[in-house]
């Protein structure tokens, strides 16, 4: 029997949110520091938040472009499992960052044609998991959370040597497909839970989570 997907709730922004996310039966809660994002939390509200994660869920804190400094200062107040960087990071930048921080790192590169696939491999070769997203429309204030899915067959025969998550678009009526024609072992959604911008609808991550053949706690 395959193992159960596993589920990244992204852009978590009250307590109220985040004990739904895990009740629900997520494996990775993602917390968002990145100032455009209607998501993005302060370092101190987001380490409360973090404090009532219980053990065995990652943390996982998304940045956008980030230099030492920042990292330095969000790491030293703000305990985290995972690192992901959503920008335009290279994979030198990314191998620099697992290097010095010592955390995890998920990658997330954005797809929209076969042509974005190489950044793909390039990436997987560096970063602890890589996140396939779609890739934001031109002028797009936001690098993800935007609501929008890519061509999943492009990823359908492709695999890497490495864990790796696909986003972008997922909502509890379309991820059952996502993973039936990507084969994701590991999916992971923001908007598509949500009542507005930022704000978790628990009924929406409940039916996610269902559609993705994962049981509540």
Excluded at 22 to 33: K, S
Excluded at 188 to 197: H, I, L, R
């Amino acid at each position: 029997m395959a193992d159960p997907v596993r589920v990244k709730i992204c852009g978590l922004t009250g307590p109220q949110s985040v004990a739904d996310a895990v009740a629900a039966g997520a494996q990775y809660l993602g917390f968002n520091f990145y100032p455009p994002s209607p998501r993005c939390l302060t370092c101190s509200v987001a380490r409360d938040l973090v404090a009532s994660v219980p053990a065995g869920v990652a943390r996982v804190g998304l940045v956008v472009d980030a230099d030492d400094d920042m990292l330095a200062a969000l790491l030293a107040e703000v305990p985290l499992d995972m690192l992901q960087l959503h920008g335009g990071e290279s994979p030198a930048r990314v191998a620099e960052v697992r290097a010095r921080f010592g955390l995890p790192v998920i990658k997330a590169v954005g797809v929209a044609t076969a042509a974005d696939l190489t950044a793909l491999d390039a990436h997987a070769d560096v970063a602890d998991q890589i996140l396939v997203d779609a890739k934001p429309p031109r002028g797009a204030a936001l690098p993800g959370g935007n609501g929008l899915a890519f061509d999943w067959r492009l990823i359908a025969d492709r695999r890497w040597s490495g864990p790796w998550l696909l986003a972008g678009g997922l909502r509890p009526e379309n991820v059952a497909e996502a993973i039936r024609l990507t084969g994701a072992a590991q999916v992971d959604v923001a908007s598509g839970v949500e009542s507005a911008p930022g704000v978790k609808d628990p009924a929406r991550m409940a039916a996610f989570m269902q559609a993705a053949g994962v049981g509540g706690g």
